[in-house]
């Protein structure tokens, strides 16, 4: 099965849908080794390890879908990608559609924020009119070239306008035939609940998970006994491997080598059989006239 029929089946079990965050290909792999069904591939992570700067909007759509074309060519697992605004009006979400499914993408987020747009666990944020973002979901959905690329809304609009609000929000964006709905930043286990019992029955419903963010962090089981359908841990890939990098540059930098952290790293042939180097060097030999 492809990639997207993948993710459409799955989302219709009962069990919650558990996606890390992943940022590059070799993120993408190791996750996959480790068992996940589906990965998330943030605007976030893009923004931190593309450019080390904040999710305030300086990714661009070529940058995204530059990253995602390099973890769908390496990994099997259907991938949900993070579109941010679509990156402009209704025809930039059009182009935007389009280019994330050419690269891959099983599932695409797209949210009322204004352009440009910031991390949905900041303060500051504010959102587009209700009709400008139906009109853009109307316009992803109409640029699907597959009826299996899923189109997922999310919006922002409870930090901006209350909890009210953004439920009237996600009905409008359900009533556009969105496949998934993305409430952002709630702030407590009741607003989690009411967001489910709101929507939970008719359309699976997405939680993020933000260490330090302004949702209370849940286990994925928890997530499920609430009602979502997906988990998403989209930075805390990035933020791991920020501390963990912290540890191997301190340490380089004071002891001059790397021997007193070889136990904590992959040495050269363990990183060669993580990403498969003899099984590629093997498929050259196929074709070098040997």
């Known amino acids: 099965m492809t990639q997207t029929m993948n993710l459409q089946s799955r989302l219709a079990q ?3 849908l558990l996606a890390p965050g992943v940022y590059d290909a070799l993120s993408a792999l190791l996750a996959e080794q480790a068992g996940f069904e589906a990965l998330y591939l943030s605007g976030a992570s893009v923004a931190y390890t593309k450019m080390g700067r904040s999710d305030v909007g ?11 074309s390099h973890i769908t060519e390496r990994v099997r697992v259907p991938v949900i990608v993070d579109a941010d605004t679509g990156f402009g009006n209704a025809l930039n979400v059009m182009r935007t559609v389009k280019g994330f499914e050419r690269a891959g993408a099983a599932m695409i987020q797209l949210e009322d924020q204004t352009f440009p747009k910031r991390c949905g666990h900041l303060d500051g944020k504010s959102v587009v009119p209700v009709q400008e973002m139906v009109g853009k979901l ?9 009826a299996d690329t899923l189109i997922l809304a999310r919006t922002d609009a409870l930090a901006v306008e209350g909890q009210e609000a953004a439920f009237d929000r996600a009905q409008a964006y359900l009533e556009c035939g969105v496949d998934a709905l993305f409430i952002e930043a709630l702030r407590t286990p009741e607003q989690m609940d009411a967001a489910c019992q709101r929507f939970a029955q008719r359309i699976p419903l997405l939680a993020n998970m933000v260490e330090g963010g302004k949702t209370p962090l849940q286990s994925a089981t928890v997530l499920q006994q609430h009602g979502f359908s997906i988990a998403i841990f989209p930075g805390g890939t990035t933020r791991a491997v920020a501390h963990a990098m912290q540890s191997y540059f301190a340490h380089l930098h004071e002891h001059q080598t790397t021997t007193g952290w070889k136990d904590r790293m992959l040495d050269f042939d363990g990183l060669n059989q993580l990403i498969g180097t003899s099984e590629l060097l093997a498929t050259g030999k196929r074709y070098d006239g040997s």
């Open 14 to 16: 009962p069990e919650i």
């Open 58 to 68: 300086l990714t661009t759509f070529t940058e995204v879908a530059d990253t995602l």
């Open 138 to 146: 109307k316009a992803a959905l109409d640029a699907r070239n597959k």
